[in-house]
């Protein structure tokens, strides 16, 4: 016994050196990761997953090119139509990228104020609250504490309603998507994991560091416990000492692989949370919209303007657009893709119709996704585009935009484009590294490989207990180092 105390003699001294860094790593990360489940679980509800359905558009509208015009519109970056309960309203914007609604009727310039009454409509349509006093409604144009990354949707609004819970509703109007429902137990939440487990309040650099230390502290007291206690059988006598051995034996590889796989998310947090889902430029002289707009019998919902061939033309959705707030059907991140087998002429998810003259554009569909395709780099396509209607483990819930076009390059990383053709943006860019990262954290991290036996409940209750075994673990080896 004393040779093999004498030969882990070394090895304990450095294990008792990283043990307050095991320890702190232990309190922040794994409390906060244990309560995680519980916020997920606590926080709103939107009543309705899909933005409101736009009524069938019996009539024909007058062309918006003279219209617009009338209105000082000359040049537009953006343009669709919605219906407000009451009437059709076009939604510009204009080349200074500001926003005005107009009456698609008669071309009546609507109060500035449209604009947030229509981020009214769709918060109080995704929360199910018509009755709750409107608090403050307000553009958010950055990811912030309260507003994070995770939601992906930029610009958005913010709307409070004065409600006992603090509900804050996100929506974004240029396609009537849902971000996300906060209140304040969701706030708290959030702050107490942003503040030590993400540390997301630190400088970028300094806080990757932080992190990388408390991760490398509990890799290698981990290690070390692990080596220590397989050389030395510990006594038969029920104490603390041999409770922190066999302890640290059961969670070791829980937090080896916690440590590991977190540090591979963190190495990317900071590059991911600053890019944005980008969009392809529009510039369309408003005097080009001469036809008249009239809903093809097969419409179920939305219009907006893109180019196609350098020319303005209408893109008439067939299929609604998919939020993703909230569990249940809206959060299938485990469906599979919806797949064309004659790729970008698979399943019609929208017509194309011109904007000069009314007339029916075939082919279409093909043709605006190659420019998409060209415009974000997609230089040699490995195969057709493929419709992507729902989510999977390659085109996660988290890029809330469906349906989208998967497009896959000819490259070594076997890059996938994810490219959504209603808002001309570049919804996702996967590739093997990517995938890598998100693997090792779905299933090292949040332990995903036990969902499909356990369910999501026992998984996360397992992964708690684990978690507060590992915590346990962490302050017995503190107070035997402190003996």
Known sequence: MQTKTTKTHGLRRWHRRFAWLALLAALCFALTGALHPLMTRTQPRPAQFAPPPMPVLSMALPAPGPL?????????????????????LWRASAKEQSVRYLDALDGRLLPASTEAEHAERLARWYSGDAQSPLVEARPQTAFDADYAYVNRLLPAWRLQLARPDGLAVYVATEDDRLATLSDTRKRVFQRLFQAVHSWAWLPAPLRNGWINLLLAGVAAASLLGLSIALRQSGGRRWNLRRL??????????????????????????????????????????????????????????GLQLVTVDGAPAWRWSLQPPVTTTGRGLAMGEHQHHGRAPQGAEGPALALYVSAEDGQTLPGAVGRHLAELAGYFGVADPA???????????????????????????ADAVHSAYYLDPASERLAARVDDDLRLVDSVFAYAHKWEWLTPWLGKDWRDSLTSVFTLLLIAVAIGGTLLRRR
């Open 383 to 409: 195969a057709p585009a493929t419709p992507v209607l729902a989510f999977s483990d390659d085109y996660g819930f988290l890029y809330k935009r469906l349906p989208v076009w998967r497009l896959e390059q």
């Open 244 to 301: 922190h051995r066999w302890g640290g034996l059961t969670v070791a590889l829980a937090a080896l692989a916690w440590a590991v796989s977190g540090y591979l998310q963190a190495r990317g947090n900071a590059e991911r949370e600053n890019e944005q889902a980008p969009q392809r430029p529009l510039r369309v002289a408003s005097a080009l919209l001469r036809a008249s707009v009239q809903a093809p019998v097969e419409v179920v919902s």
């Open 68 to 88: 617009l015009l009338q209105a000082g519109i000359d040049e537009l970056s953006g343009l669709r139509l919605l219906h407000d309960g009451q009437r059709w």
